[in-house]
């Protein structure tokens, strides 16, 4: 495809379950990042990664948060043991490397997590 | 490490008239600045880029500009109209190429 798809759209899962939210980056942008969006507010950072370096973490607001990015191209966001607070939408965005410090993001349709 | 602030209370503009939207960081200014339009609903589209070298750059209504002494970009719609309601951000990279976003102004044209 041409844009960044994230799924699933929609997720409703029952307290304590575990779920992973997919991203799949427009093939050959090297950096990749994921926030979390709670209605009305500002975009959250969670994770970023940039080509073969160690992810930048420092946004997982616990340790049930984790990501993956396989092959520098497809990331799974995991939130293990899920809370009420951690129902928001969850935004994968990712930017080409060839641009350098201009280039701008290209954000997938989020993934709107329900926790019951 | 780098901040953005931007108003976070809605702007609210008549139909026609100019909406300006403030974006101030708080370190050094970046070699780019970025701003984003955020739907309800769905992610932010990418709108302009203005370069640090570049006072103004213009895009049909849109204009933004970029005061480095101020630390400071506005980002101007002129004959606005209710479509162009929706959340702006504007965005810079830091030291390390991450991409730091404001949180938004949320802006309301009304007819």
């Known amino acids: 495809g041409a844009g960044v798809s994230q799924s699933p759209s929609n997720k409703v899962t029952e307290k304590g379950k575990d779920v992973e939210l997919r991203c799949d980056p427009i093939?050959?942008?090297?950096?990749l990042y994921w926030y979390r969006q709670s209605l009305g507010q500002g975009l959250e950072f969670l994770i970023y990664?940039?080509?073969?370096?160690?992810?930048?973490k420092s946004g997982l607001p616990s340790d049930r948060f984790s990501a993956e990015r396989t092959g520098g191209s497809v990331s799974t966001l995991t939130i293990q043991r899920t809370q009420q607070e951690d129902s928001a939408v969850y935004l994968c965005?990712?930017?080409?490397?060839?641009?350098?410090?201009?280039?701008?993001?290209?954000f997938g349709q989020g993934t709107r997590l329900t926790v019951v | 490490s780098q901040k953005i602030e931007q108003n976070s209370e809605a702007l609210n503009i008549q139909e026609g008239k100019t909406a300006t939207l403030t974006c101030n960081y708080t370190?050094?200014?970046?070699?780019?600045l970025q701003w984003y339009r955020q739907d309800p609903g769905r992610g932010p589209v990418f709108l302009l880029l203005?370069?640090?070298n570049e006072k103004e750059k213009r895009k049909e209504r849109l204009k933004v500009t970029f005061d480095t002494t101020l630390k400071q970009s506005l980002f101007h719609i002129t004959a606005s109209q209710p479509a162009d309601s929706a959340t702006y951000l504007c965005?810079?990279?830091?030291?390390?190429?991450?991409?730091?976003w404001g949180a938004g102004t949320k802006l309301i044209i009304k007819p």
């Open positions: 965005a810079l990279r830091d030291s390390n190429y991450q991409l730091i």
């Open positions: 370190n050094y200014s970046p070699a780019y």
């Open positions: 203005i370069r640090e």
């Open positions: 093939s050959g942008h090297t950096a």
């Open positions: 990664f940039q080509g073969n370096s160690a992810p930048d």
């Open positions: 965005a990712s930017t080409p490397s060839s641009t350098g410090w201009s280039a701008e993001a290209f």
